[in-house]
């Protein structure tokens, strides 16, 4: 009923932009503000009166091994609100922040369709399907990436083009595969028949897709793109790509695939728990390192998604868990730090750590929101940092396993140390340089301030009681591992 | 099977080119080759002994057993379409860093480092 | 030294015929695509090329005399808007997003099955325009190792 929606409407506004595109950018930035409005509403109406379905929404009327299908459960409901969230705090964001940049029009335009082809994703219920959405996410990407013209900028999304083209390729050489050994591409069909099959052919399988989609989540081995590509793009598409980018397109197909379709393997789930933990040790040190701030957040990033990709190959409860909890705070407060690292270029021209200071004074608001920022994502105690951190490391003893603990509470140690190196030297230091007033606008500020509020508030998911209505119908989907079959044909 | 062997050797050679060559538009060459290798594997996937193309013909009988399989094809084609944005867009990108940087040489576009 | 537009005289008066040739050939391969090979994205590349060898044969400037680029842009966009008002549509007769709503007609006639061939007429649209587009796009930049210092 409501499924194709989450694309048709984005789609839409894309086209409707470019077709009424004038010299103003006015409609454009309207148009694009009411089309993710709506999207929030629908996603949390969808979330809210799912109930422990799984809908299944059939293309062009052919019935589900045949055709292509749209299936929505509660983790999909779950990663299209985080999605629509993101994105209006970011075009609240990017209304004031790319006015001297190029016509904005073409902005808006391929901001649509970067959240039409993450909605897509998410969405869908077809392998082939799924690749083609991250194709048109990924050229969104590209040319967003490389938006501001600066020598630089290209450098990073010629480097993030080709790595991401050849990891597309592998990826279709894994569906070449798989549509060899299964001839069907329905995501819940191959499930059913590779569990007939040789058990070779799924780890196969299985390592190509890790290849292929590990690139588009940067973990560890495939991470070299990531810090060129989000240090040097504008910072509202910085906040896109690090917030929901590489979740929806690496971490979120990587539990579709690797939960539901292979049915939690051991063998992958020992490889997400090494691949994890090198990732949270390496990000952190490197990120020590670094006087650029946004090359340091895209750093910090790589050292997160260590995080959620130990929880997951964890495999019990508490781990993923943790692990989908991580993915929400996450989102919101590495966002919130590319905010505050927008604002203080806005304000002071450079992203030298070294060369800011008096920023209490002259922009409390961005102080005040950075503040909270660090603190949440160092695992200070009321924040949301702190129990997303706290489950996953209980997760990794209780598993057995307390060596990999031991390792992920050094890195939020690291990642303690190198915030409060940039609360320090960018936003405490004793120079004065000056700066003048009301650089920062109405919406960057209520941007940043909607999502420290959210900081706060998504700690209240950890109740037991909320905790039953929001968190475990997504954990139950996951660990239904295989059952997701049944939740598709059983209509 | 050599088929597929062969197949393996052209994108062995797309990888090697994307790896070792230092000029961008041979980069996005290789890149190419190596598309190339991949569609033409998901096409000889379909491939059944004996069959004939999978086209309803007026004056032929009609009789889908005998014909090769028709999904691959569809595949490649939505995957050709998809390389071909890739190598605009990249061509565009080379274009605009032979601009800022007045070089095509990939040893001396290095600003970003770290 | 001056250059001289586009190509020599002789590949100025074949393109004069064969162009036409050219996009009658990729008009045919669109509207049959529900019958042979081909359908909408092969025959709006034909459309493409069609434009393209004028550019090269002509030159730049002739091509800003001749086309209108913004006309393309407008075209462009609103196939697209098309392609989504059919599969609304669908949504409405049809039942589902994209349905086959038209009626199929006989086997092996030129209008027959439906949304397809619509849907063929409004990609090879958006392809043959988007694409010639990209080119120009490309083509507006004057790469000249020896003047650039």
Redesign the interface.
């Known amino acids: 009923m409501i499924l194709p929606f989450f694309i048709i409407i984005p789609l839409l506004t894309a086209f409707i932009i470019t077709l009424i595109a004038g010299e103003r950018d006015n409609w454009a930035a309207i148009l694009s503000i009411l089309a993710v409005i709506s999207l929030v509403a629908l996603s949390i109406f969808c979330f809210a009166t799912l109930n422990g379905r799984t809908i299944v929404y059939e293309m062009s009327h052919w019935k589900a091994p045949i055709g292509i299908i749209l299936a929505v459960d509660a983790l999909s409901a779950f990663m299209l609100i985080i999605v629509a969230v993101i994105a209006l705090t970011s075009l609240m964001f990017s209304v004031h922040y790319i006015r001297h940049l190029s016509p904005s029009w073409k902005y808006y335009a391929l901001f649509m369709l970067l959240v039409t082809g993450m909605n897509g994703v998410i969405a869908t219920g077809d392998l082939f399907n799924m690749f083609v959405f991250v194709e048109i996410t990924l050229f969104a990407a590209y040319s967003l990436v490389a938006y501001g013209s600066k020598a630089e900028e290209f450098e990073a999304s010629f480097k993030y083009a080709i790595m991401g083209s050849i990891s597309s390729t592998l990826v279709l050489v894994g569906i070449g595969i798989t549509y060899a050994a299964t001839s069907t591409l329905t995501l819940a069909k191959i499930a059913e028949v590779l569990q007939q099959k040789d058990p070779m052919v799924t780890l196969w399988i299985g390592g190509i897709f890790l290849a292929g989609f590990g690139l588009k989540a940067a973990i560890m081995p495939f991470h070299a793109w990531l810090p060129d590509a989000h240090s040097s793009a504008p910072a509202p598409i910085s906040a896109m790509l690090s917030g929901v980018l590489i979740k929806a397109l690496g971490v979120y197909v990587l539990i579709r695939l690797f939960f539901n379709v292979f049915g939690g393997i051991t063998i992958f789930n020992e490889v997400f728990i090494i691949l994890g933990t090198i990732s949270i040790m390496v990000g952190g040190f490197l990120a020590m390192g670094q006087w650029d701030f946004k090359r340091l957040l895209a750093y910090s990033s790589i050292s997160q998604i260590g995080y959620i990709i130990l929880g997951l190959g964890l495999g019990t409860w508490l781990g993923i868990v943790g692990a989908v909890f991580h993915l929400l705070n996450h989102a919101i407060f590495k966002s919130l730090l590319f905010y505050n690292a927008g604002s203080l270029e806005t304000a002071f021209g450079t992203r030298d750590l070294r060369k800011m200071g008096n920023v209490a004074k002259t922009l409390p608001i961005t102080s005040f929101t950075s503040m909270i920022a660090s603190l949440s994502i160092s695992g200070v105690p009321p924040f949301n940092g702190f129990f997303s951190k706290l489950i996953i490391i209980i997760a990794a003893i209780q598993a057995g396993r307390p060596v990999y603990a031991i390792l992920a509470a050094v890195g939020s140690l690291i990642t303690l140390a190198y915030y409060m190196k940039v609360q320090r030297f960018g936003f405490h230091s004793q120079n004065v340089v000056p700066v003048e007033k009301d650089v920062i606008s109405f919406g960057m500020n209520s941007a940043m301030i909607i999502l420290a509020i959210l900081c706060l508030a998504t700690s209240i998911l950890i109740i037991p009681g909320i905790r039953e209505v929001t968190l475990d119908p997504i954990v139950a989907v996951i660990m239904n591992k295989t059952g997701y079959i049944s939740q598709i044909f059983g209509r | 099977m050599t088929v597929y062997l062969l197949c393996f050797t052209l994108?062995l050679i797309g990888?090697y080119g994307?790896i070792t060559k230092r000029d961008?538009v041979r980069?996005i060459i290789s890149?190419g080759i190596?598309?190339y290798a991949?569609n033409l594997?998901?096409v000889l996937?379909g491939y059944k002994n004996g069959s004939i193309y999978p086209?309803?013909v007026?004056n032929m009988p009609i009789s889908p057993q005998a014909m090769v399989d028709p999904?691959?094809q569809a595949?490649v084609?939505?995957?050709i379409?998809?390389?071909?944005?890739?190598t605009?867009?990249?061509?565009?990108?080379?274009?605009?860093?032979?601009?800022?940087?007045?070089t095509f040489d990939i040893t001396k576009?290095?600003?970003?480092s770290? | 030294m001056k250059q001289q537009a586009g190509m020599t005289l002789i590949v100025k008066t074949v393109t004069r015929i064969s162009v036409w040739l050219i996009m009658l050939y990729g008009i045919y391969i669109i509207l049959h695509g529900h019958l042979s090979p081909g359908g909408g994205f092969a025959g709006g590349v034909i459309i493409a090329l069609a434009f393209l060898n004028v550019m090269l044969a002509f030159g730049r400037d002739f091509i800003k005399n001749w086309l209108n680029i913004e006309m393309l842009h407008d075209i462009d966009s609103s196939s697209a808007m098309m392609f989504l008002a059919v599969g609304i549509l669908g949504m409405a007769f049809g039942g589902s997003f994209l349905a086959n709503f038209i009626s199929h007609g006989t086997l092996f006639n030129l209008v027959s099955s439906g949304t397809i061939q619509v849907l063929n007429i409004v990609i090879g649209l958006k392809v043959g325009m988007g694409l010639f587009i990209v080119v120009w796009a490309l083509a507006l930049f004057h790469l000249d190792r020896k003047e650039m210092k």
């Not at chain 2, 379409?81 to 890739?86: A, F, S, Y």
């Open positions: 994108f990888l994307i961008l980069i890149s190596m598309g991949v594997m998901i996937f086209i309803f007026k999904l691959p595949l084609l939505t995957s379409v998809i390389e071909l944005g890739t605009a867009m990249l061509v565009a990108l080379a274009v605009r860093l032979f601009e800022k940087y007045q576009i290095r600003r970003l770290g």
